[in-house]
């Protein structure tokens, strides 16, 4: 039987941001560009757009038992921490042209606040941010938070030349101006004051019950539709909310459409994520558990048609989904006052509606594309670009790019 699609890796040469010594050896660090990845409305064909995340970092046991960092073992209890060897290289757009069989940097712009300073991907101080996910430094100091600072993952390319890039501190939105300068950043309502001082406006224009993301899951897939009037945006994994082991066993993604001018959700819908034992690289590795699971990326295939990348670390899934009205949640559901039905918790039973998806790629059956596969982008109706994140070469992973080339559009009906 036909796979219904072909995949190319694609040549690509990592930008080098020099080398950290440690105690054992040296971090070689090299630019991502691996977090989200967008195609501009009528743009010239072949030109991506790409953002990196916070910059270098990696969990602080990992780094005092891979590099020997010894004074990092008082913070192993902070399940959040994060070294970060170099808190200047934070976030970053990149703008991508595919040609041929290759893939070329045509430049980098720093994502920058209003008057044009860089801003960093250290936490945002006076909320769970900075109390859960410190940022350390190589001697074992806590980095000072920065009201203006952002973890950038997805990305959408606007036709007026901006973006929208979504952050999973937050978590929020970012509006960006055509020279990657901050206008406005939306975050959950009641959180603005975490803010204070950022270099940029602050707005509270999302629900509350945003805050309640998981630990390092905000929101990391985004999109707009066709005309720029509505953003999608879905949850890395199931929201913390009644409790914080809501998420542990949830099989049920968030999944957002807002109106872009406003901020206010239109729609929710509950995306169903795959059942942990059916990620087969994973499983090789070891036991996977729901909360391995996320969506790490989306794109607009059409008006309320979406591709969902689904994944663990090993096994990467992608899904043609169609935002069904009928499938939608009651708006009460946005109340975090709401607790929600056992069925959406746990994904026992049918209670609750939950979209319905139709599978176009397991890289289950595709042993030629490597893991932790995050941006996506839309080449033509046939073609789209792959892209992992290297986690910027802290443990020696590369950038790896891949064309996948469909036998049938990607924008026919599910």
Request: proline share 9%; hydrophobic share 40%.
């Amino acid at each position: 039987m036909t796979r219904g699609f072909t995949a190319t890796r694609l040549a690509w040469r990592d930008v080098p941001l020099g080398r950290v010594e440690v105690p054992k050896g040296r971090m070689a660090l090299i630019a991502g560009f691996g977090s989200g990845l967008a195609t501009r409305p009528g743009g010239p064909p072949g030109v991506v757009w790409a953002v990196g995340d916070r910059g270098p970092n990696i969990d602080v046991e990992t780094a005092a038992e891979r590099f020997g960092l010894e004074a990092l073992g008082r913070m192993h209890a902070h399940d959040g921490a994060k070294l970060m060897p170099r808190p200047d290289a934070g976030p970053a757009l990149a703008e991508l042209r595919v040609e041929g069989d290759a893939v070329r940097l045509v430049r980098t712009i720093r994502i920058a606040d209003a008057s044009g300073r860089p801003i960093s991907g250290l936490p945002v101080p006076g909320g769970p941010h900075a109390a859960s996910e410190p940022a350390i430094d190589l001697a074992g100091e806590r980095l000072e938070p920065d009201p203006s600072g952002a973890d950038t993952e997805g990305i959408v390319a606007l036709s007026d030349g901006g973006f929208w890039v979504g952050d999973e501190y937050g978590p929020s939105l970012l509006r960006l101006d055509a020279g990657g300068r901050v206008v406005v950043r939306w975050v959950p309502k009641g959180t603005e004051g975490q803010y204070a001082r950022a270099g940029y406006p602050v707005e509270g224009r999302l629900p509350a019950i945003a805050a309640r993301r998981r630990l390092n899951r905000g929101f990391e897939a985004l999109a707009a539709s066709p005309d720029e009037r509505w953003l999608y945006l879905a949850f890395q994994s199931p929201l913390a909310h009644p409790d914080k082991a809501a998420h542990e066993g949830g099989r049920h993604v968030r999944l957002w459409k807002l109106d872009a001018a406003t901020g206010a959700v239109a729609a929710q819908f509950l995306y169903p994520l795959d059942p942990p034992e059916s990620f087969a690289r994973d499983r090789a590795e070891g036991e996977v558990e729901p909360r391995d699971l996320k969506v790490s990326e989306i794109a607009a295939l059409g008006p309320d048609r979406l591709l969902v990348l689904e994944r663990a670390s090993a096994t990467t899934r992608l899904y043609a989904v169609d935002l069904d009205p009928a499938a939608a949640l009651h708006p009460a559901h946005l109340d975090p006052a709401t607790r929600p039905t056992a069925e959406e918790l746990s994904g026992a039973g049918v209670a609750l509606p939950a979209l319905s998806k139709r599978r176009l790629l397991d890289t289950d059956d595709a042993p030629e594309i490597d893991r932790d596969l995050e941006g996506v982008a839309l080449l033509s109706a046939h073609e789209l670009l792959i892209v992992n994140d290297n986690d910027f070469g802290v443990e020696g992973a590369s950038t790896a790019f891949w064309r996948i080339r469909f036998d049938a559009p990607l924008d026919r009906p599910s």
